[in-house]
């Protein structure tokens, strides 16, 4: 089945820790984005690539880093510098222009 | 900037009520909107979305929006609610200009009281 692979679905980072979050998709989409959800403030996006070798900043970048360097792949790196990455992290893909986003089933993030 | 506000934070109904849950959004012109129901614990699923033509929208497990240009609403609705409605609801809005990222809510907690 076709679908969005979050991983892994629970995380714990140290102080001072750089984390990956894995997010692979086999839609064949072009677009893929991740967002944070924290309670009561719905999703902000926080990186999202329409291609491949290219990606853009969202609403929250900061403490944040992404590559792209396939289709099907998307990482997420939750950095030292992010001071509250404690949240639930979701991926989603697209297809592309007016067509509905996919997403993962999360992974959340916490602090040790 | 467009924007999105769900107006309530939670609804409580009864099982077999209606239900209609509010979202206003500000936009410069004709948005593509989006509902998303989500589980605790779990992603978003897409409920129904419109773009263009009929503005009374059909989706899944018998949900229905419809999109208001004069009041710059989406409100979405169900007849007769079930136990297993209750969730995470959010409406979301995408730019219709270049290439679209989506604007979502604060999102609407629904509990089903038996």
């Known amino acids: 089945d076709g679908g969005i692979t979050q991983s892994p679905k629970y995380l714990f980072r140290k102080e001072g820790q750089n984390v990956t979050l894995s997010c692979e998709q086999n839609?064949?989409?072009?677009?893929m984005y991740w967002y944070r959800q924290d309670p009561g403030q719905g999703l902000r996006l926080i990186y999202y690539?329409?291609?491949?070798?290219?990606?853009q900043k969202g609403d929250i970048a900061e403490g944040y880093s992404v590559s792209r360097e396939k289709k099907e792949s998307f990482p997420l790196t939750v950095t030292s510098a992010q001071k509250n990455p404690t949240a639930f992290y979701l991926c989603?893909?697209?297809?592309?222009?007016?067509?509905?986003?996919?997403f993962g089933d999360g992974t959340r993030l916490s602090i040790l | 900037a467009q924007s999105v506000t769900q107006p309530d934070i939670h609804i409580t109904v009864s099982e077999g009520a209606s239900l209609e849950l509010r979202c206003n959004y500000s936009?410069?012109?004709?948005?593509?909107l989006f509902w998303y129901v989500q589980s605790p614990g779990q992603g978003l699923q897409l409920l129904l979305k419109?773009?263009?033509?009929?503005?009374l929208v059909q989706g899944i497990k018998g949900f229905e929006a419809e999109f208001k240009r004069s009041q710059s609403s989406f409100n979405l609705r169900k007849p007769s609610v079930h136990w297993s409605d209750a969730a995470e609801y959010f409406c979301?809005?995408?730019?219709?200009?270049?290439?679209?990222?989506?604007?979502f809510g604060k999102g609407t907690m629904l509990l089903v009281s038996p």
């Open positions: 989603a893909s697209s297809p592309g222009q007016e067509r509905p986003q996919h």
């Open positions: 839609l064949n989409h072009d677009a």
């Open positions: 690539s329409q291609i491949v070798n290219d990606f």
């Open positions: 936009y410069g012109a004709t948005p593509y």
């Open positions: 419109y773009f263009s033509g009929d503005t």
């Open positions: 979301a809005v995408g730019s219709r200009s270049g290439y679209s990222t989506l604007t």
